[in-house]
């Protein structure tokens, strides 16, 4: 029992690591990729090459996670502003009752442990956000944001402590 579940429909690049206890189906994973343990990568979710997915993270439908990015544990991605379990008529939604709403991280990115990322949202080339921060807008190339909601504090080049 490896305790894997890869769906037929995954693209795995070369030298992909694997952890125990994952869930992938219907993405895309570029070359030297690591995946954590307790990690679930839904369809039309794209992982670049030479990235980190740290253990116990969501990366939901419709994110784009560019090379070289580094993604910390717990991290949980959003697809949906206004979410509902049930349509007007009090129906389960399906598929046909909402639209994905994208978000991308640019190349070289950094995600700490804990993040919220709300939908419609670009994290910069080379943005580092803090541990636990809420992301509900746009986070500019090489900015260090951080809090709930996340501002920004500085920028990756300079010294913060």
């Known amino acids: 029992?490896?305790?894997?579940?890869?769906?037929?429909?995954?693209?795995?690049?070369?030298?992909?690591?694997?952890?125990?206890?994952?869930?992938?189906?219907?993405?895309?994973?570029?070359?030297?990729?690591?995946?954590?343990?307790?990690?679930?990568?839904?369809?039309?979710?794209?992982?670049?090459?030479?990235?980190?997915?740290s253990s116990h993270t969501f990366i939901c439908e419709g994110v784009t996670i560019e090379d070289n990015v580094f993604i910390g544990h717990s991290v949980t991605f959003i697809n949906d502003k206004k979410p509902r379990a049930t349509t007007s008529d009090g129906s389960l939604q399906t598929e046909a009752d909402w639209?994905?709403?994208?978000?991308?991280?640019?190349?070289?990115?950094?995600?700490?442990?804990?993040c919220t990322i709300l939908s419609n949202i670009i994290i910069g080339e080379n943005a580092i956000l803090g541990a636990g921060s809420v992301i509900t807008k746009d986070v500019p190339p090489g900015a260090v944001v951080a809090g709930n909601p996340a501002k920004r504090i500085g920028d990756r080049n300079e010294k913060l402590f």
Do not use: R, W
């Open 99 to 114: 639209t994905v709403e994208p978000t991308l991280v640019k190349k070289g990115a950094s995600v700490g442990s804990g």
């Open 1 to 53: 029992m490896n305790h894997l579940c890869i769906a037929d429909d995954v693209k795995l690049g070369n030298n992909v690591k694997l952890s125990k206890f994952i869930n992938l189906y219907g993405c895309s994973i570029g070359d030297n990729t690591k995946i954590g343990a307790f990690v679930e990568i839904q369809k039309n979710a794209f992982v670049g090459n030479n990235c980190k997915i």
